[in-house]
């Protein structure tokens, strides 16, 4: 991409991003989809599953065993969630290798992005090396915060942070049937990754906050044009789905049944 295409290593890691995404846009409408049909489906499921909290509060395992004859008989996938983040997961590789290659690259040592257009204000440090954090504003003496030494503040994993924000408050979907105790982890959890993950990445390359921080772009993109689709489809579950159960379906009722084959023998015993 770089030699023949753009000739630019910053436009390099953009085109990529894109042609990844690109690849993985099937992955990433199905597992929108199938988060989607789940949370429809539990929501119409709600008053009797709280009926069923009620029924028996004081016999966890009978009421697990009731919402695991519920979900079968309506045909829904609890775990149908997890398959949102496969698309993460897919990009792992690719963002191990470049991590490697924007650190052991030589090629790509000392070589300002975007053709160089931030040196052109004074010799100004930002984004001057895509092996090296992206220095907006350098430091004359480096801090001593004692997990690491902070020598400058850098724009990108702040940037990320934003964007995860806006990610985690308008793109992530309400999943429905959740405690007050729940819903207060699950706040937890996002504001733990809009905090936590640009921190991590802060010293890293800037070559690799550029690729996560433009797939992050891209795919909030993605996900609103995906779910102006998905807002059209009819997602509720008919009496011949659910015969058909994927993957991740058929393990969690495989995991029910021996749960409930162990409890029948303890009981027996």
Known sequence: ???????????????????????????????????????????SIKPELEALQKRYAGDPKKMQSEQ??????????????????????????????????????????????????????????FLADLSAQDNFIRFAEPLNLFLFNLSSINLL?????????????????????????????????????VLMFPIMMYVVPSGLTLYILTSTCIGIVEGRIIKKQVDAM???????????????????EEAMKRAEQRQQQQNRK
């Open 1 to 43: 991409l770089h030699d023949w295409v753009v000739f630019d290593w910053s436009l390099a890691i953009i085109v990529l991003v894109i042609l990844v995404r690109t690849a993985l846009h099937p992955v990433t409408r199905y597992s929108q989809i199938q988060m989607a049909r789940v949370t429809k489906g539990m929501a």
């Open 68 to 125: 695991m004859r519920l979900y079968r008989e309506k045909g829904i996938n609890p775990v149908g969630c997890v398959g949102g983040m496969l698309p993460t997961f897919a990009q792992m590789p690719i963002w191990m290798a470049l991590y490697a290659v924007l650190y052991f690259a030589f090629p790509l040592r000392h070589q300002a992005p975007f053709f160089g257009v931030f040196q052109s204000f004074g010799d100004w440090a």
């Open 157 to 193: 994993p702040i940037l990320m942070g934003i964007v995860f924000w806006f990610q985690q408050q308008y793109m992530t979907p309400p999943t429905p049937n959740m405690s007050e105790e729940q819903i207060a982890q699950q706040k937890m959890m996002k504001w733990m990754m």
């Open 234 to 252: 009819d997602l509720t579950v008919k009496p011949s789905q659910k015969k058909k159960k994927d993957f991740l379906g058929r393990m969690y």
